[in-house]
């Protein structure tokens, strides 16, 4: 069977010659190139790929690790993975469902030089137990993080919020509910302090029956309506991080006889296909642009040297609010 040695025996050059040939180094004469690749041609030879990783010092992957298949973190793959493709990188996928384990997983594939690099679409995992693995490859994170081994990529949850109770609140509107998914992330603890910090400056009192958490799918937004329905005195306005959920919101008050907007006004998140046809408020993250620039971000790391303390960058995409006829 063929390989590397005997084609470079074959071929009269260096083994060193044919792994330049092989990864397309550009210090190798063309007549010899073309001779080497003609004896591997001719003698079937394959070569191995964990081989020529290890040549390299790069395997040409980056795992990502997703939590589930919401459309949220779909449209953020989707730009991890147009990227991925303009610079000849693989993709590896994890669904991780928050599990911690699934998370080490994939770290520990970085440590053994599996994978170049890691993102992570969102986490369970604590942010010291991501960095101390920071020193085997470029780890960033989709979600603003002070950890300075770990880039990041994101969107101010925190003015996006602002923005959006402003909005409701130029529209009349004082009695603001929202809602969230997983409450202890960083980004729905920065939405809680926005809109306490914005009920306070406007002399609301904090209803704490008006805030749902684990709201992502449709269901929950069916959900949310039927409790509200219950209460003697209920919001005017909804603020729901997830377009998919405020699409249960107004799917359930609909069918309920609720009018949107004159009953119960509602702005969504992330601005995904589905606001379009339902005609709703959202505010757009960019997504796909986070996805983007987060394989950006580890593709012109690979090469930087990890120390320890040195300053992993921080990019803000920007957020806008797009406004349909929910309000």
């Known amino acids: 069977m063929a390989n590397i040695k005997s084609i470079a025996k074959l071929a009269g050059v260096s083994v060193t010659t044919v792994s330049r040939v092989l990864n397309n180094h550009p210090y190798v004469n063309e007549a010899t190139r073309q001779k080497v690749q003609h004896i591997m041609e001719k003698e ?31 449209t953020i793959l989707s730009g991890i993975m147009d990227e991925a493709a303009k ?39 604590e942010l010291e137990a991501i960095a101390a693995y920071a020193k085997y490859g470029p780890i960033v994170t989709c979600e603003y993080t002070e950890n300075e081994q770990i880039a990041a990529v994101y969107t101010d949850h925190y003015e996006a919020f602002l923005k959006g109770i402003q909005y409701l609140i130029q529209h009349g ?33 904090l209803h704490p029956e008006w805030i749902f958490t684990d709201c992502t799918e449709i269901k929950d937004g069916i959900r949310v ?47 995904l296909p589905i606001s379009e046809a339902l005609g709703l408020t959202s505010i757009d ?15 012109n790391s690979r090469n930087v040297e990890v120390k320890d303390n040195a300053p992993s960058s921080k990019t803000v995409i920007p957020f806008e609010l797009v406004e349909r006829s929910s309000v």
């Open 44 to 74: 079937g030879y394959k070569p191995n790929s964990s081989a020529v990783h290890l040549i390299k010092g790069q395997t040409d992957r980056v795992g990502v690790i997703v939590p589930n298949s919401h459309p949220y973190f779909q």
């Open 87 to 125: 610079s000849g990188y693989g993709t590896l996928l994890y669904q991780s469902r928050y599990e911690t384990q699934e998370e080490l997983k994939a770290l520990q594939l970085l440590s053994t030089k599996q994978i170049d690099g890691l993102i992570f679409c969102s986490r369970a995992l």
């Open 173 to 205: 509107h004082r009695a603001i509910g929202y809602c969230v998914g997983r409450p202890d992330s960083a980004s729905s603890q920065a939405r809680y302090l926005a809109y306490k910090t914005l009920l306070h400056e406007q002399g609301e009192v």
């Open 225 to 271: 309506i039927d409790t509200l329905m219950k209460m003697k005195e209920r919001p005017t306005a909804l603020l729901v991080t997830g377009d998919e959920a405020a699409a249960g919101v107004i799917l359930r008050a609909q069918a309920l006889g609720l009018r949107i907007p004159q009953d119960l006004a509602i702005i969504g998140f992330d601005n």
């Open 285 to 299: 993250q960019h997504l796909q642009e986070i996805g983007r620039e987060a394989f950006r971000t580890f593709y």
